[in-house]
């Protein structure tokens, strides 16, 4: 295969691509400069002989976060993960389920694998009242938690509201609720979001008012049922585009009244997280939320159009940056006794700014070139529309009607069909992301700027907050690398045949286009004359009813004075 591989292609580009695909499975995060090895981490220091209770550690940065505290910070006393029983696997089973991820690998090569026995389960589910933490279990954690991260939520953007108000906004109010019995604690971390006050085009670090009271919502989500609720939930989001950015401010609202009344807390408020930048593996994520589905459904030739601005842009940040500032903000809030930074962005709009045109450009030369995905059905390709009508019909003619006519060549061949299903997952996902594709929000992060003032250099380089030396094209080759690997499960020894099929796409592209074209012109030549008639009526037709508004204006001249006279 190899050898076919470079009679086909460029020899250059094929030693280029090998040396990226050893060195992407090869790779081990920077080593700390002799340098800088002398100068004090006091991020770490903060963190010594602490007990550290999480919810929501299950999660994509929860996991990030608790990798990160383990391994800057392996002096930690013990971590709590709140875990609910979830497809037959109790707690336990899910942690020892979540330090199987290839994300853990380096930390049990550099601390050893005892280091993970600092990690705890307790049964519990945010959504549920109290917790459903047991007595035990819940005077354990008043008794020994001195720092609280709060990253549990339901991410969908389309969940019911009723489940989004009772896991997002109840179950703060009962983490918090958890928080006040703890006698040691020294500070409760909201993971919150700089999507939740949407009404604000500029968006400061400090509260907003709330849309509404979020204990009158708690109280009538918990009376009522779901599907009444779902009947009048347009009408309980006024503005908002989603229950997630609803809950989620409704949320913030408890943590500002907590903090008003004197508990130590620190509301972070990180924009739309995407995979991991430098450690400890690029591109590494567990969904295919954000640009990384983009590029995905674009990669595999399923996603043909989307509307919205391309000049446009969102505010991104990779999740080990955004685990790092909010280490960097305990740190502050506790070791620099700063108790005044209780609202801080995590936002990266205000420093480097990718533009959806930009993504769309750099993801299709990648995954046509570089890092082709398995089994596309189609060559990438398509555009963002400035049209809502016209995108629309570009959904049914470039995604509907593919789509079926292909399920009906797959359930022929006796598979299972999935593209309608894939088409309906993609088209609801549109309608989230044409909110947000078409608005723009500008997020101040004067706290971030602060926080890189007060680091020392081996501070700066072991909790990186900023984006000097990001380049955009490497990580997202990365992340698409990643996704192909973690997420579609496709091994890199099958990217010389994925190069061919998409090299054979190319091609079958351009003949399609060609045929289509020549069919367009075929029709048009042949049916000339008949087109040329009905041209000819129409114009015909437009022209005797302008001579009969003219006519009926000029009769209007002439009888009306002759009116006015008689009267």
Known sequence: ?????????????????????????????????????????????????????????????GKVLVEKLLRKCPDIERIYLLLRTKKGSNPKQRVETIFSSVLFDHLKELRGVEVLNKVYPIAGDVSELGLAINESDRRLLADTVQIVYH?????????????????????????????????????FVHVST?????????????????PTDPHKIIQSMEMLDEPFVETISKEILGSFPNSYAFTKCLSEHLVVEQIEAGMPCIIARPSIVIPIWKEPLPGWTDNINGPTGLLIGAGKGVIRTMFCNNQGYADYLPVDITVNG???????????????????????????????????????????????????????????????????????????IPAYFLDAIIYMSGNKPCLVRIQDRINKGFEVFEYYANNQWEFRNEHVHYMRRVMNPREKFEYKIDGNDMDIR??????????????????????????????????????????????????????????????????????????????????????????????
């Open 1 to 61: 295969m190899y050898i076919l591989f470079y009679r086909i292609n460029n020899l250059f580009v094929v030693s280029e691509m090998a040396s990226f695909e050893e060195g992407f499975l090869n790779y081990k995060p920077p080593v700390l400069p002799d340098e800088l090895s002398n100068l004090p981490d006091r991020v770490s220091e903060t963190f010594i002989g602490k007990t550290i209770f999480i919810t929501g550690g299950s999660g994509f940065l």
């Open 474 to 567: 490497n990580y997202f080759r990365d992340c698409i690398m990643a996704a192909r690997i973690y997420i579609l499960k496709e091994t890199p020894d099958t990217l010389p045949r994925a190069r061919i099929h998409m090299k054979i796409m190319y091609f079958v592209d351009i003949i399609a286009k060609i045929l289509f074209f020549g069919l367009l012109l075929w029709t048009i030549f042949k049916w000339s004359d008949t087109i040329i008639a009905i041209g000819l009526l129409l114009l015909n037709l437009i022209r005797l009813f302008f001579k009969s508004i003219f006519s009926t204006i000029s009769s209007d001249a002439t009888v009306g004075p002759i009116l006015n006279k008689e009267l």
């Open 151 to 187: 990253a549990a939520a339901t991410i969908r953007f389309d969940e019911a509201l009723k489940k989004a108000v009772l896991l997002n906004t109840r179950g703060t109010k009962m983490v918090l609720d958890l928080a006040k019995e703890m006698k040691n604690l020294q500070v």
């Open 326 to 400: 909010i280490i960097l903000f305990t740190w502050n809030y506790i070791g620099n006794n700063d108790t005044t930074r209780t609202i801080c962005h995590l936002t990266s709009s205000q420093e480097w700014r990718v533009t959806w045109q930009e993504i769309i450009d750099i993801g299709k030369s990648i995954v046509t070139t570089e890092v082709p995905l398995n089994g596309a059905v189609w060559y990438p390709g398509g555009s963002m529309k400035s049209s809502k009508l016209v995108h629309n019909i570009c959904v049914f003619f470039l995604h509907t």
């Open 194 to 210: 700089s999507y939740c006050h949407l009404d604000e085009k500029v968006l400061f670090e400090k509260a907003y008012p709330p």
